[in-house]
């Protein structure tokens, strides 16, 4: 390297490289994160021009209030039924994923992602978008599918890539797809399903049909390219899309200041785009329906996108390949400020008089029933199975949607692959 | 001398290499303070320093920018892809820029860089933690492409291709990370430690780029592997009773042509194996430079033993992993005639 002239007058450069507030052994703290009162964010016009959402990227549209009452004018006043519903589907997806994870330990299959804590941002969503709107979804929104009643047997045979498994074992547990619940498969390559959410909205407005698209993405994953393709695309086209940044603050090891996240929101990259922007508290459930609700209403007058950052926190491990405790303060999910979403929404129910501890102590024994048995039932069909003989498919299925048409060369590294399990079994 | 895995033999590349030369940064998703999804950088940040080892955004074309730029100014930038099957967004950046800098400059300007980055499937990962795309990246011109197969030859190879100052890509087999894997998935896994190829120097080596080892000597067939695929080659050789010669390729471009002309020279017959898909692959380059070059050497069909051209599945993974019975096959084809 050519040494350069020395200017003593200029000051040295140096990297800033973020850090988090708190690493292993360090006192939790979340004194950087700031928490407006429930109810104090006002609420425009779904109608109004993009510019006036964009001082509400910068603060925080809470409902739910510390005493469990729904305040302000974004209550979405839903009946108490649907708040109900919305319990037990947080509930439920919370117990699917304890099951599932455990699933994995016990090696009945690969691997598991849950998305403990953030049940209210897929599940809150769904209930706030219409049925037939087209969900283009991250590995962490299963409670999409919960909501929207997809078997759970179906799903558990996807995580165990067993002989039920619609996608025949070929995606990654937890990488689920299925068109008729609205739900979009879910790829491995971070942000790709982003722009892809805002084609297909341009579909929809270019058919003249009325359904949206929503989609969602990590904090981490903001990062990507695809995800600033996304807001151009939807901007430039008012595409009817709801793009929420499900902000959970960790990408694996890394946190959201690594994502650019100590600069500003995730919600105020809406500014620079032109495009809605609000930002959400994630574990209020009320906060992320009105939102939702609110986006999806601009979304289908032609109003084009809106992009919601949905404030959260990933309260365990990436996955069951991560130990968080080697990166940050192990009681760091229990001290998240914003609480638990499944809480706060039960004792928004028990303030309303519409729940109690007996109705939930038996809705949360229906759930483990119902759970429990799913996965008898999916189990039924075989776990994966770690073998060089014996397969959950048949094995020739390998080679179909390749392509429509099985080419030449395909059909025969078909029956070399036959031949050679023949071999094997002798 | 220290007996190491993959790991530990290419984490300690990068401590010496820091540790010689200031020039040298690592970048990379969560590479920083936690070391790494694999731990491959793990007590680097600690060692150096923040600003020599640092977590990227989650933007693969903005690692391999970002890399294209500090390697302009001068430094020696190592990045980590998290896995070989994320590189995509930074294909442009490695295709169009990095490949092509010293070139389209006439040499005013050269990009000495490293793109590391795990590859290879054998671990239930999927379609996305499974690729081998090594083929698209020896198909641009201007890059290098180097796949090691043992801790010893890891850590050489790494060094190497740091002081090199054109473009390298390093794809880590990720399956042998811990130990060699011969293709019998049913067999326990033995550790690098039983290996000799584990004892590894602590200090500074290299083993040269485009040349490849000779990791068996054989009269009857030569077996041309690279990464994983080498141990799998030996064991099939041995399971068979085949007297095989495997070379490891160890630097794909440039290819040792070589040493691999000297052993088809010799046995008049040829395998290429590898993991990635068969259409295009490295395979068809390795049979074509063989057909050119000892074509009247040879006594049969140079044969190909490959993953199927599909996605990689995840529960047919061990239908699809070009094992032993596939590589054995083609061996026994190609001693036919
Ligand atoms: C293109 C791409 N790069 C890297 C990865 C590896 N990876 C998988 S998940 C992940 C972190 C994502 O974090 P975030 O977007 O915040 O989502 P979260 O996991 O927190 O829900 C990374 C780096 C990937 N899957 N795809
Ligand atoms: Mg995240």
């Known amino acids: 390297m050519t040494k350069q002239p020395e200017r003593p007058n200029r ?40 510019a006036e959402t964009h001082p509400l990227a910068t603060t925080l549209v809470r409902v739910l209030d510390d005493a469990g009452r729904a305040v302000g004018p974004w209550d979405p006043k839903l009946d ?18 304890d099951r599932m994870y455990r699933a994995q330990r016990q090696g009945k299959t690969s691997f598991y992602m849950k998305s403990t804590g953030e049940e209210a941002v897929a599940v809150a969503a769904a209930h706030a978008l219409d ?55 879910i790829s491995g390559n971070l942000a790709t399903q982003v722009p892809q959410a805002v084609g297909w909205a341009m579909a929809s407005a270019i058919k003249g049909d009325s359904r949206i698209a929503a989609a969602w993405i990590g904090d981490g994953s903001t990062a990507e390219g695809d995800f600033h393709a996304a807001c151009t695309f939807a901007g430039v086209y008012r595409a009817p899309a709801v793009i929420n940044v499900v902000n959970n603050q960790w990408a694996i090891s890394s946190f959201s ?52 950052e949905m404030f959260t926190y990933r309260v365990e491990g990436h996955s069951t390949s991560d130990d968080p405790s080697v990166y940050r303060p192990k009681e760091a999910g229990a001290k998240w400020p914003l609480g638990d979403p499944v809480e706060r929404l039960r004792l928004h129910l028990v303030a309303l008089g519409e729940w109690d501890e007996a109705r939930h102590e038996q809705l949360a024994a ?61 | 001398m220290s007996v190491m895995n993959m790991i530990q033999a290419l984490n300690s590349a ?71 099957d994320y590189i995509y967004p930074g294909f442009d950046q490695i295709v169009s820029e990095a490949g092509r800098m010293r070139y389209r400059t006439a040499g005013e300007w050269y990009l000495p860089m490293v793109i590391r980055t795990p590859y290879g499937g054998g671990i239930f990962g999927g379609q996305t933690h499974s690729q081998s795309p090594e083929a698209l990246f020896a198909h641009v011109a201007g890059l290098k492409t180097v796949i090691p197969s043992n801790p010893y030859d890891a850590k050489g190879l790494l060094i190497a291709a740091i002081e090199d100052d054109d473009p390298v890509l390093f794809f880590e087999p990720k399956r042998i990370y811990n130990g060699p894997f011969d293709g019998f998935f049913d067999r326990p896994v033995t550790p690098w430690a039983k290996h000799p190829k584990a004892e590894v120097p602590d200090d500074y080596y290299t083993v040269p780029l485009g040349k490849a080892a000779v990791v068996r000597e054989g009269a009857d067939l030569t077996v041309l592997a690279y990464g994983t695929m080498v141990h799998v080659a030996l064991a099939t050789a041995e399971a068979n009773g085949i007297d095989a010669e495997v070379i490891d390729l160890r ?78 096959t083609a061996m026994q084809k190609a001693l036919e005639d």
Not at chain 1, 16 to 37: L, Q
Not at chain 2, 51 to 78: K, N, W
């Open chain 2, 14 to 84: 990068h401590d010496v290499m820091m540790a010689r030369d200031d020039n040298v940064v690592v970048l990379g998703e969560d590479v920083g303070y936690f070391g790494g999804v694999f731990r491959v950088t793990e007590g680097l940040q600690k060692k150096y320093g923040r600003a020599r080892t640092f977590d990227a955004p989650i933007s693969e074309g903005g690692i391999v920018a970002a890399a294209i730029g500090m390697a302009a100014y001068g430094l020696r930038p190592v990045a980590e892809i998290q896995f070989a």
């Open chain 1, 80 to 97: 108490a039924d649907t708040l109900r519903r919305m319990l037990r589907d947080m509930m439920l997806v919370r117990v699917y994923d």
């Open chain 1, 257 to 308: 200041g690594i994502a650019g996240g100590e600069l500003t929101t995730f919600a105020a990259r809406a500014v620079g785009y032109g495009i809605a922007g609000l930002r959400v508290d994630g574990n209020d459930a009320l906060a992320v329906y009105a939102a939702t609700r609110w986006a999806a209403d601009r979304a289908r007058a032609n109003h084009g996108p809106t992009l919601i």
């Open chain 1, 131 to 185: 049925r037939d709107d087209m969900c283009f979804p991250t590995y962490r929104q299963q409670g999409l599918l919960v909501a929207r009643d997809y078997p759970l047997v179906e799903m558990m045979c996807q995580i165990y890539s067993n002989r039920r498994d619609k996608l025949k074992g070929r995606q990654l547990p937890v990488m689920y797809s299925d068109r008729a619940h609205g739900f979009f498969s």
């Open chain 1, 11 to 50: 000051p040295v450069l140096s990297l800033h490289v973020p850090e988090p507030s708190a690493r292993p052994g360090d006192e939790v703290d979340f004194s950087h994160v700031a928490i407006p009162p429930a109810g104090s964010v006002p609420r425009p016009d779904p109608h109004a021009p993009a």
């Open chain 2, 251 to 328: 630097t794909i471009v440039p290819v040792d042509i070589e040493t691999i002309e000297q052993s088809v020279r010799k046995t008049g017959r040829c395998v290429v194996v590898h993991e990635a898909t068969r259409t295009g692959g490295f395979g068809a380059e390795l049979a074509a430079l063989v057909q050119e070059r000892c074509f009247y050497h040879l006594e049969a069909p140079v044969q190909r033993a490959t993953g199927f051209d599909t996605p990689y599945p995840h529960s047919l993974e061990w239908a699809y992993f070009p094992g032993p019975i596939r590589l054995g």
């Open chain 1, 366 to 426: 229906e759930i483990a029933d119902e759970v429990r048995t799913a996965q008898r039932e999916a189990e039924k069909h075989g776990t994966l199975v770690s073998s060089t003989i014996d397969f959950p498919q048949d094995v020739r299925t390998m080679f179909d949607d390749v392509y429509a048409e099985l080419p030449w060369h395909l059909r025969e590294q078909q029956a070399q692959m036959v031949a050679e399990l023949e071999a094997k079994r002798k």
